[in-house]
């Protein structure tokens, strides 16, 4: 009897699910013409089944069983075929009615707080950016780091004390909105510009940090995204470029290669690889809405970075202070307001990792609004709750250890590595600076041990390198070349037979305590041709075969810890 009751409804509950998901189909399907992206939820019964989703749709917040994704037309089309039953959501860019966006002032020259209460137009994002290096010319410098899909500006600007010159200090850079419908801290960073701009000289932290820190700031990531629905207003705005790609998974990726989304690298990836490689950002954060939290690497896999806990003391101290200004509950997701990435939810191709492994940044991802464009009244609140933290988080990168490694001869500076021993895993090495020889070991408190090192020059390990909390070490290092030894030595003391030679000449090497010694033999025209690594002391006698030199004019150099030697063969056959 059950049976004869239950079957009819059981049928038509499959019936109605299945019509409803054909009806959300088709619905996602005129979406997509319109957005080239749709945002959607689904349940999941497992957590592995995201390791396998994360390839297939661009996931955006996991909550318990219940995932929100957003797909593109090709992504959706594959994920479709894997049964789940979704619903549709309202594109977070579109929420807003226009009384929520306010309509934009009409000034393009800032002149306080109450011009950041609505979302600009893209020309009067241009032009703000341009008003800033006009007004600060000192300070503020305005960079293009390319142009996107649809030929819009992808710009930065530099604030530091001489801003035109790349002076030995720390390299630290916001971005934010590079999913083009998050957007609280899009409008929070072109305020943080005008408070760092405004305040220099009379505000002490704000001084320090712009005196001490190359500050680059890019606001809008993404503007084809943002400006989906023209260029007049942020309605309509997509997470995704004008090519329907996340570009926060368009990231060549640690464990996942250089193409983990199988998508081409996007104009704006490129610009801002190529940006990345010609800077050496020590800490970045990018910022993005949908949750609230403090997201630190890595988010490819569960590996924990080397400084986990210097993560979770930085995230510790963002969270914190945005309780102490905000209001109950705001940032509180996940553990309090922060969260390992992988922990939370797996990414491949994210802009964080690539900035960890492959430059040495310290990158950490921040939601840092729940509603991802929250109406325009309420960016001022946001700004209020969250510009401390934007603060506190750029002084971290004051701390821990820096310093400038140059060459103890030249006193030119050096791009060396800098490794702290038995710490190290995952490319978290850190590297000086060709142009200057700043290095930046962002690091928690502890005494570490650092070594040094160069191909051509001894390496140096300085041990018991004390580091607190809130206090920067400065180490300067020299290094010394193997090349070069450090002054001419007498140079009767090395011995070479016979002149001129046909096929072997025979080196007498002079009599001193070095036993490490580097041998060249260089051409007329200053190039090394043969050269040779030699642990040896006492008189030894070397011997290299000239026989296939061609005739003409070489000098031997020949270097140890102490000095140089250099001496004219010829070679006549
Ligand atoms: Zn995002």
């Not at 950041?116 to 703000?128: K, L, S």
Request: glycine residues 8%; hydrophobic residues 35%; aromatic residues 14%.
């Amino acid at each position: 009897m059950k049976k004869l009751v239950l079957l009819p409804l059981l049928l038509l509950f499959l019936f109605t699910g299945a019509h409803a998901q054909s009806y959300n189909h088709m619905k996602a399907d005129s979406l997509l013409k319109a957005n080239g992206e749709i945002y959607f939820s689904f349940r999941i019964d497992d957590r592995a089944e995201l390791d396998v989703l994360t390839n297939i749709i661009s996931i955006d917040n996991v909550k318990g069983q219940d995932v929100f994704a957003y797909a593109n037309r090709s992504e959706f089309g594959k994920f479709v075929k894997l049964g789940y039953e979704i619903r549709l959501l309202t594109p977070p860019g579109s929420m807003l009615t226009d009384a929520e966006l306010m309509k934009p002032a009409n000034t393009t020259s800032p002149s306080g707080p109450e011009l950041w209460n609505f979302y600009p137009t893209y020309q009067q994002y241009v032009d703000t950016m341009a008003y800033y290096a006009n007004a600060y010319p000192s300070l503020c410098k305005l960079d293009t780091i390319g142009t996107t899909t649809q030929g819009r500006l992808l710009l930065a600007v530099k604030i530091s004390k001489n801003v035109n010159v790349d002076e030995a200090k720390p390299q630290f850079l916001y971005t934010s909105s590079i999913h083009g419908d998050e957007l609280t801290s899009y409008v929070g960073m072109l305020h943080l510009i005008e408070y760092l701009l405004t305040r220099y000289g009379t505000d002490t932290k704000v001084t320090r940090l712009v005196d001490s820190i190359q500050i680059f700031i890019n606001p809008l990531a993404n503007p084809d995204g943002t400006y989906h629905g023209g260029n007049n207003t942020v309605n309509g705005a997509t997470r995704t470029n004008a090519n329907g790609v996340d570009m926060n998974r368009n990231y060549p990726d640690p464990g996942y290669g250089p193409h983990p989304d199988g998508n081409a690298w996007q104009p704006e990836t490129i610009a801002f690889m190529n940006y990345a490689d010609s800077m050496s950002f020590s800490m970045s954060a990018n910022f993005h809405g949908g949750s609230e939290v403090f997201n630190y690497p890595w988010d490819t896999w569960p590996r924990l970075t080397a400084d986990d806990s210097w993560w979770r003391f930085v995230g510790r101290e963002f969270a914190d202070t945005i309780h102490k200004y905000g209001p109950a509950g705001y940032f509180t997701d996940l553990n309090n307001g922060i969260t390992d990435g992988y922990a939370w939810y797996t990414v491949h191709g994210g802009r964080q990792d690539y900035m960890n492994y492959f430059h040495a940044c310290r990158e950490v991802t921040v939601e840092i609004s729940s509603t991802k464009t929250p109406p325009a009244s309420q960016l001022i609140s946001f700004w209020n709750y969250d510009y401390h933290s934007y603060l506190n988080y750029i002084e971290q990168v004051l701390y821990g250890i820096h310093g400038i490694v140059t060459d103890t001869a030249t006193g030119l500076p050096l791009y060396s590595k800098v490794r702290i021993e038995g710490h190290d895993k995952d490319s978290s090495i850190v590297y000086s600076r060709k142009s200057n020889g700043f290095y930046d070991r962002l690091i928690d408190q502890g005494t570490w041990n650092l070594t040094f090192s160069k191909p051509g020059y001894y390496s140096k390990t300085i041990n018991n390198v004390a580091v607190s909390h809130y206090s920067g070490v400065n180490l300067n290092v020299q290094l010394k070349s193997i090349f070069y030894g450090t002054g001419e030595l007498n140079q009767g003391a090395l011995t070479i037979y016979p002149v001129p030679a046909s096929k072997d000449i025979h080196l007498i090497f002079p009599e001193t305590d070095s036993k490490k010694w580097r041998l060249d033999v260089v051409n007329i025209i200053g190039v090394s041709i043969y050269s040779s690594e030699i642990n040896n002391s006492g008189q030894l006698i070397y011997k290299i075969d000239v026989s296939a030199y061609p005739e003409g004019v070489y000098f031997i150099r020949l270097s140890n810890n102490n000095g140089i030697y250099r001496k004219q063969i010829i070679v006549k056959h």
